[in-house]
């Protein structure tokens, strides 16, 4: 091509010097986050000594597309589902984090002088650590491991969402000065109706469409297609103001493909996440740097103080112990792309000076470029603080509640009512989510087309029956799903007054089924308010008896089912019955991580018995994931493969010992395969060689000589193919294929009847 695009350049220049500067990171031992920081600013137009990018706004995309892939890949680690386990503590933690920081991000920015809004926006900022910096330096670190870091994904993914609320609430008081209650309850339940809404789609096509397309799913179409839904969600979530790589992600997660679409999308996280890192570090200014040295000084120190402390403390409240605590606290050190995201915000709604972006884009750069180093401190500044606190404070620190209390014994009316009021919430809930769905889709798309084809009240007419027809499934469930559970048959036996409570739930679902009937009715319909709502309970009690409806409903809940548990349900089947005493081994401080073996690791070819994982390192190893196969509680004769994956039990110490070890193992190949090159060899038989008249199998030669016999030559010169019955006589002529020095050896046994021993560290 006669002329080159300025993107390729960039990102030759990009790819090039991050190449340089991390193998020397490497060779130092240094997380390679670093090393695309430095090469960033080593690329940008702010160091004048060396060859800089053209055009930044070309960067900025491949970074964007960086973010995605390491957004996606997160969640391919750590799903949704997952975090709903994990109860209130993440979200506790994620709360008193983000309130704690606001606070003091806005003092700070009211000691400087600065203005209200520069300094509310300031806070915001300052509030938001960074999820694709710490998952960087967790994988740099090897320390995906290790316990506590799950629980600062699980809050990290929980800042993410209440950021955009934050983002809401920052443009809400920017354009009217004040704080306005109504618009963050909008914003607060448009942001749950769109991830219930994710995560119930999403689960309900994504597992079936992988599962009934399976047989055609090669890596080339595995990738391409995940990849699909990837930036599929992240267009569909960006149209409706958020961010949702991530939900992708973690709805993978929960199919069996899930490993193999990490390892296909690992190489392109790489490399568009270097690309990511690569433009923070780019946005270094050393003037600005020089003109506003204390509050970046100032500000720095206030997002590592203040994270090391408040986010301590928050994960204290949440229940942690102190070590994790503060290995959790000092993971949160920095601020990343959400603090970029509320700087741009600030600037184009024309509320913030112009020095404050600059300021918090060095803030970012400083406190990303420490992370590596805050997570490791954190072990020692724990033993530091248990050793000088007051033992009371200590031993208050370390009391856990073993069992939670006030909880009613199973099989009584009060768990019985807990357990049923708290399924019939999540239903609901769901049911009426997927309901108000169809409808806001229907009078957003097919009522403007129903009109056009069919007329104003005649398309009216079409659009509704259709809305109704979509939906009856999910207004029936709301009626009747768990009107027949275990626990409704049970309450109904004991009273009158528990009876009376059943039906008055049933008459609250009907009442909320008839709603979204009736919003449809008055909508599209031009008779009487009154007129509606006799139809709307007319049709959702049409709906109820219809057994038809009745079997969709049904058939629908039972498929999301399926799809949601469908990576559990085939472990379980795979499972051996010795694997739950892996679970009642869990405890505080004793877990289960997954940890890949790396491609060139000198550990592939070995079994499980030879390295002595147990004796070495204190660990087990419960399971062994190769490709879409699972090796459940494999024995010492099982052996490793690169790029299998080991779900490994043990403590934080022992885990992080192997992960070292694993490391260590990686063997790079020096540039010596010339002696090593394989030859093809013909010589014949005499009657001294030991082996003569025996067959291939008796023989012994390729363990002895490490060559393989490729066939017999007849007087024509014909080759007939050896098989391992092949007898080698006396006068046959062979061919034998290995490496020069073992044809040797062969071929001087076959003549002579004596070989040199085997070259040793062979």
Same mark, same amino acid.
């Given at each position: 091509m006669s002329t080159l695009?300025?993107?390729? =350049?960039?990102?030759?220049?990009?790819?090039?010097?991050?190449?340089?500067?991390?193998?020397?990171? !490497?060779?130092?031992?240094?997380?390679?986050?670093?090393?695309? $920081?430095?090469?960033?600013?080593?690329?940008? !137009?702010? #160091?004048?000594?060396?060859?800089?990018?053209?055009? &930044?706004?070309? @960067?900025?995309?491949?970074?964007?597309?960086?973010? @995605?892939?390491l957004m996606f890949t997160l969640g391919l680690e750590f799903s949704f589902k997952r975090v709903v386990s994990m109860g209130m503590k993440p979200i506790v933690a994620a709360c008193v984090v983000i309130f704690a920081m606001m606070s003091l991000g806005s003092a700070a920015g009211h000691l400087f002088g600065w203005g209200r809004m520069d300094s509310l926006f300031l806070g915001g900022m300052l509030a938001m650590s960074s999820t694709t910096i710490i998952y960087k330096a967790f994988d740099d670190l090897g320390l995906r491991a290790q316990k506590f870091t799950g629980e600062v994904l699980s809050v990290l993914i929980l800042e993410d969402i209440l950021g955009v609320l934050l983002m809401v609430v920052l443009s809400a008081m920017a354009v009217s000065r004040t704080f306005e209650g109504a618009d963050l309850a909008a914003s607060l339940t448009k942001l749950a109706f769109c991830l219930v809404l994710w995560f119930l789609v999403g689960t309900y096509i994504v597992p079936t469409l992988l599962r009934r397309t399976g047989r055609w799913m090669n890596s080339e179409t595995m990738l391409v297609v995940a990849v699909g839904l990837c930036f599929l969600m992240v267009v569909v979530a960006s149209w409706l103001g958020y961010s949702a790589a991530f939900m992708t992600g973690s709805i993978l997660a929960e199919t069996v493909e899930a490993e193999r679409i990490e390892r296909l999308v690992a190489p392109l996280k790489d490399l568009f996440g270097a690309v990511f890192f690569v433009s923070v570090g780019m946005l270094v200014n050393p003037t600005i740097l020089v003109d506003y040295a204390v509050p970046v000084a100032v500000l720095t120190l206030v997002v590592i103080a203040g994270q090391a402390i408040f986010g301590t403390g928050a994960f204290l409240l949440s229940g942690q112990p102190l070590p994790t605590a503060m290995q959790c606290g000092f993971s949160l050190a920095q601020i990343g792309e959400f603090a970029f995201i509320i700087a741009s915000l600030g600037v184009s709604l024309g509320v913030t000076s112009p020095f404050l972006y600059p300021v918090v884009v060095a803030v970012s750069v400083i406190t990303t470029f420490l992370t590596p180093y805050m997570i490791r401190a954190a072990s020692p500044a724990a033993t530091w603080t248990e050793r000088h606190m007051p033992g009371a404070v200590l031993q208050a620190f370390g009391r856990r509640p073993t069992?939670?209390?006030?909880?009613?014994?199973?099989?009584?009316?009060?768990?019985?009512?807990?357990?049923?009021l708290r399924a019939l919430l999540r239903q609901v809930g769901a049911y009426f989510t997927l309901s108000v769905a169809?409808?806001?889709?229907?009078?957003?798309?097919?009522?403007?087309?129903?009109? =056009?084809?069919?007329?104003?009240?005649?398309? *009216?007419?079409?659009?509704?029956?259709?809305?109704?027809v979509i939906a009856s499934p999910f207004l029936r469930a709301i009626v009747m799903r768990k009107n027949h559970s275990a626990e409704f048959r049970r309450l109904s036996t004991h009273g009158r007054g528990h009876r009376v409570s059943l039906a008055v739930t049933v008459a609250v679902r009907f009442v909320i089924a008839t709603l979204p009937v009736?919003?449809?009715?008055?909508?599209?319909?031009?008779? !009487?308010?009154?007129?509606?709502?006799?139809?709307?309970a007319g049709l959702v009690l049409l709906m109820i008896a219809s057994r038809t409806v009745k079997y969709i409903s049904i058939h629908m809940e039972r498929n999301f089912m399926q799809n949601l548990r469908w990576r559990e349900a085939v472990a379980r089947e795979k499972s051996d019955p010795r694997q739950p005493y892996a679970r009642r081994l869990l405890s505080r401080n004793v877990h289960i991580a997954r940890i890949d073996l790396p491609e060139s690791s000198s550990w592939a070819g070995c079994?499980? /018995?030879?390295?002595?994982?147990?004796?070495?390192?204190? @660990? #087990?190893?419960?399971?062994?994931?190769?490709? &879409?196969?699972?090796? *459940?509680?494999?024995? /010492?004769? &099982?052996?490793?493969?690169? =790029?299998?994956?080991?779900?490994? $039990?043990?403590?934080?110490? +022992?885990?992080?010992?192997? +992960?070292?070890? #694993?490391?260590?193992?990686?063997?790079?190949?020096?540039?010596?395969a010339t002696g090593h090159e394989m030859h093809l060899r013909r010589f014949t038989v005499t009657a001294a060689a030991p082996w003569a008249g025996q067959t291939v199998a008796t023989s012994g030669l390729r363990p002895h000589f490490r060559c393989l016999i490729v066939g017999v030559e007849d007087s024509e010169g014909q080759i007939t193919l050896a098989d391992a019955q092949t007898r080698l006589a006396a006068g046959a002529t062979l061919w034998a294929v290995g490496e020069e020095p073992d044809l040797h050896r062969l071929m001087a046994s076959a003549h002579t009847g004596e070989a040199s021993a085997a070259p040793s560290g062979r």
């Open positions: 695009a300025p993107f390729i =350049s960039d990102l030759a220049l990009i790819l090039a010097t991050a190449g340089i500067v991390t193998l020397l990171f !490497k060779r130092l031992r240094q997380p390679l986050v670093l090393g695309y $920081i430095v090469a960033g600013f080593l690329a940008s !137009k702010h #160091m004048p000594y060396t060859p800089s990018v053209s055009d &930044t706004d070309t @960067v900025t995309v491949w970074a964007d597309i960086g973010v @995605v892939f069992r939670r209390r006030g909880q009613p014994h199973p099989g009584s009316p009060e768990a019985d009512w807990r357990a049923l169809v409808i806001v889709l229907a009078f957003s798309f097919l009522l403007p087309f129903s009109r =056009s084809v069919f007329g104003h009240w005649p398309g *009216n007419a079409v659009c509704g029956v259709l809305i109704l009736y919003y449809i009715l008055d909508f599209l319909s031009p008779f !009487k308010w009154w007129i509606h709502i006799l139809v709307a079994t499980l /018995g030879e390295l002595a994982l147990g004796e070495r390192h204190a @660990v #087990m190893v419960a399971a062994l994931v190769r490709g &879409t196969r699972r090796i *459940n509680i494999p024995d /010492g004769r &099982t052996c490793l493969y690169p =790029s299998d994956r080991l779900e490994v $039990i043990g403590d934080d110490e +022992s885990l992080r010992q192997l +992960s070292e070890s #694993m490391r260590q193992s990686v063997t790079l190949h020096e540039a010596d």
